[in-house]
């Protein structure tokens, strides 16, 4: 979830679905 919020550019990196990013 924080990687996600810390590399919005970098989604290609970062696959991670926006539901964890409310997790976190």
Request: hydrophobic share 30%; glycine share 4%.
């Amino acid at each position: 979830g924080l990687r996600r919020l810390i590399s919005k550019d970098n989604d290609l990196r970062t696959p991670i679905t926006k539901d964890e990013i409310v997790s976190e």
